[in-house]
């Protein structure tokens, strides 16, 4: 079955980096988008990166983007969001997400199969 497992999150200072990894299984990178997105406490989710499936462009929520690179290694089916010069308005659960077709990045309803999140603190 579908099976997606993010790791990598933590507690960093701010300025650090942190990079998250999504390990995907039940189906290949070659055939679904995927994206990263976040939940604050009272906020709603927002989109962070995705990238696509067919040639792998990239995409970034304007708040991130320059401190964040998304990145996929077909071959270890896994997804990589790295993550740099974090900030005290970073912190949340980070969550991937896989669907068919085009990487939305601003409609996480569109996505069909989510991890269960790793949180991410940023604290001095």
């Known amino acids: 079955q579908v099976q997606l497992v993010e790791s990598g999150g933590g507690l960093v200072q701010p300025g650090g980096s942190l990079r998250l990894s999504c390990a995907v299984s039940g189906f290949t990178l070659d055939d679904y988008a995927i994206g990263w997105f976040r939940q604050a406490p009272g906020k709603e989710r927002e989109g962070v990166s995705c990238?696509?499936?067919?040639?792998?462009?990239?995409y970034y929520a304007d708040s991130v983007r320059g401190r964040f690179t998304i990145s996929r290694d077909n071959a270890e089916n896994t997804v990589y969001l790295q993550m740099k010069s974090l900030k005290p308005e970073d912190p949340a659960v980070y969550y991937c997400?896989?669907?068919?077709?085009?990487?939305?990045?601003?409609?996480?309803?569109?996505?069909?199969?989510w991890g269960q999140g790793t949180q991410v603190t940023v604290s001095s």
């Open positions: 990238v696509s499936s067919s040639d792998g462009s990239t």
């Open positions: 997400a896989a669907r068919r077709g085009w990487p939305f990045l601003h409609a996480h309803s569109l996505y069909d199969f």
